[in-house]
């Protein structure tokens, strides 16, 4: 090939590589809960445990699985708190119920290597929230007498500010 050729395919190749992106391809615009709807969903879900007989402890997260809220109540184990918050990070961060995860993960399972993983809490207890697809915080629950129980307090919580995450 010519030099001349050589050059005019670079000169017409070069742009689409040194072209800097748009403004709008940047960034991107995240919506987080304010503290007080994570609190309202806290209380919600707590309430629920309480009317059910239950002593929990909750924590709620924002969509990075950073702690916003964590309340516990009087009785419930000194493990609760570390669990509920451990159930919301792992729910925020694999975006998936720990419920679910908590079945996939089995021994014998594909993905049972996921109950090694620091930090990582595969039990029932632990629910995305999201609106209009979007995560946008976790909700953790732990001290109900099993994952089902601890799922629908934290559901009760979710419940609860769902009119207020709508967007």
């Known amino acids: 090939m010519r030099p001349f050729a050589i050059a005019a395919l670079l000169a017409l190749a070069l742009p689409a590589f040194t072209l800097p ?16 709807t994570a609190l309202a969903a806290a209380q919600a879900a707590l309430k629920k445990c309480r009317d ?71 039990l029932g207890g632990g629910l995305l929230i999201e609106a209009q697809g979007a995560i946008i915080g976790g909700i953790g629950v732990s001290g109900a007498p099993g994952g089902d129980a601890d799922d629908s307090c934290a559901r009760a919580g979710i419940d609860a500010i769902r009119d207020k995450i709508e967007f």
Not at 22 to 35: F, I, M, N
Not at 66 to 71: I, S
Not at 72 to 94: E, I, M
């Open 52 to 122: 059910s007989g239950w002593q929990a402890a909750v924590a709620v997260v924002d969509r990075a699985g950073v702690p916003q809220v964590m309340l516990r109540d009087r009785y419930a184990g000194a493990h609760t708190p570390r669990t509920a918050a451990g159930k919301a990070w792992t729910a925020v961060s694999f975006r998936t119920p720990t419920t679910e995860l908590a079945r996939m993960s089995q021994p014998g399972q594909p993905q049972s290597g996921l109950r090694n993983l620091p930090r990582a809490v595969m």
């Open 21 to 36: 992106a748009s403004a709008q391809d940047a960034t991107y615009t995240v919506r987080l809960l304010a503290p007080e």
